[in-house]
């Protein structure tokens, strides 16, 4: 919900009454050969082959404006986020593909067909994400839909030619509507065929973490673009992807808090939330 709208300042990706959630994360379990945990692989084993004809395809979808049945206000600062996103995936070399304002079916069709392109000659794919949201769904114009129905057109059985492949996704959006008020600190090439698990190759980066708002200023954009933006565009083609997003999450942590007119939504803070289920390295091609 957009608090003061209207007004300058800092702004929340989402509506609706606060609600605390529990988060119920399951024990991992796995199993592998003892000849396989014995090998030592080359370097190269753990990292993705980009020297494809293309680095791939990176589709963003922008949504600023919302039917009314929604209940969700215009996201003033969003068109700024998106230049960022186009300037920075463009620069790294990909295909961009932008939309504006797209309904709930508009996102589905969208991503759908570009799940069945084929990507055989790219290296990559990259999906960025900007709109209201809550806990585990994203808002289209006029309704919402489950993020995972979205991203799972690109697990490995469904999108064959993304196989072992990494896909990004960058989400800009609230995942609930809790505040984080801070705290003080005393400082600051395997050419083997091999089974892989079909959710594998995915990094998702959210905005926020899992039952917060995401903040989103009038004039500069998000906190969590604004630093995707400057943190790739400083290191995007010299540090991994995971080193790239550590410093995402240090520049919102610190560099940022908010400013509102809306009581009680001042002086608050956001870390973002990356969940890696990449197999290997990726740095971008310099």
């Keep these: 919900m957009d608090h003061g709208a209207g007004s300058q300042g800092d702004h929340v990706d989402a509506k609706g009454v606060p609600a605390q959630r529990p988060l119920c994360p399951s ?16 370097a190269d084993v753990y990292k993705y082959n980009m020297n494809y004809p293309s680095i791939g395809q990176c589709v963003i979808i922008n949504n600023k404006n919302f039917d009314k049945i929604t209940g969700m206000s215009c996201r003033s600062g969003t068109d700024v986020d998106a230049a960022h996103a186009m300037k920075l995936f463009t620069g790294l070399g990909y295909k961009i593909k932008f939309v504006n304002d797209q309904s709930v079916k508009q996102i589905q069709d969208l991503l759908l067909k570009v799940s069945q392109e084929d990507h055989s000659q790219s290296a990559s794919f990259v999906c960025v994400l900007l709109s209201h949201g809550d806990d585990g769904v994203l808002y289209g114009t006029d309704g919402i839909v489950q993020l995972k129905k979205l991203t799972s057109l690109f697990k490995g059985d469904c999108c064959k030619t993304l196989v072992g492949k990494p896909k990004l996704f960058f989400i800009q959006a609230c995942r609930g509507s809790e505040l984080d008020g801070g705290i003080e600190t005393d400082s ?49 083609k010299t540090l991994e992807v995971m080193q790239i997003m550590t410093r995402v999450n240090h520049m919102v942590a610190l560099n940022f808090e ?3 007119s809306t009581p009680g939504f001042s002086c608050k803070k956001q870390i973002p939330c990356i969940v890696p289920m990449l197999t290997k390295e990726l740095y971008f091609p310099s």
């Design 27 to 42: 024990l991992p379990h796995f199993s592998t050969e003892d000849n396989k945990m014995d090998a030592t692989p080359s």
């Design 188 to 236: 600051v090439a395997n050419d083997s065929q091999e089974r892989i698990p079909v959710e594998a190759d995915f990094l998702y980066a959210y905005s926020t973490a899992p039952g917060y708002y995401s903040w989103r200023n009038t004039q500069n954009g998000s906190w969590f673009m604004q630093a995707l933006f400057k943190m790739f565009q400083q290191y995007g």
């Design 258 to 260: 908010s400013s509102s």
